[in-house]
């Protein structure tokens, strides 16, 4: 008798700010990787809800992460695999969980050179979409960055 067997795929897509700089590391075999964590700010009436994102990088596209990212730079992140993990605390003792991302590609969706201040986000975190202004030279200078 043939058995049928299925496969599925998830697509992850997330857009938010880097928490802090990009962290590099490699490796074992030697292969750069660059760490970073993506916050996700989205609102519900008047409140605001958070989600952090542990995302990896890997190769060619670790160090363009690690060259051309910086704390609050927005991105949009893809990627295939998104795990979920509990731990410990080690400062607090308190019971913890992270989602990570591995990307397959890192999108760069701001112009390093403008001040959060200067695109009147909001503190609170709200991003105004609408305000991200890209020129097609400079969406063209990073995506020719980003292929290195």
Not at 57 to 68: E, H, I, K, S, V
Not at 139 to 144: F, L, N, S, Y
């Amino acid at each position: 008798m043939f058995t049928r067997h299925l496969s599925s795929a998830a697509l992850h897509l997330i857009t938010g700010r880097l928490g802090d700089d990009p962290v590099a590391c490699a490796t074992q075999s030697g292969t750069s990787m660059t760490i970073f964590s993506l916050k996700v700010v989205r609102r519900v009436h008047s409140d605001y809800h958070t989600t952090w994102y542990r995302v990896r990088t890997f190769g060619a596209l670790a160090d363009a992460c690690l060259t051309y990212l910086h704390q609050d730079r927005l991105v949009q992140v893809q990627g295939h695999h998104l795990s979920a993990w509990a731990y410990t605390d080690p400062a607090t003792g308190k019971p913890r969980a992270t989602l990570e991302l591995v990307a397959q590609n890192v999108v760069f969706l701001d112009d390093p050179n403008v001040h959060l201040a200067a695109m009147n986000i909001l503190p609170t975190g709200d991003i105004p979409f609408s305000k991200v202004v890209e020129s097609e030279a400079g969406a063209e200078e990073r995506v020719a960055a980003v292929a290195g």
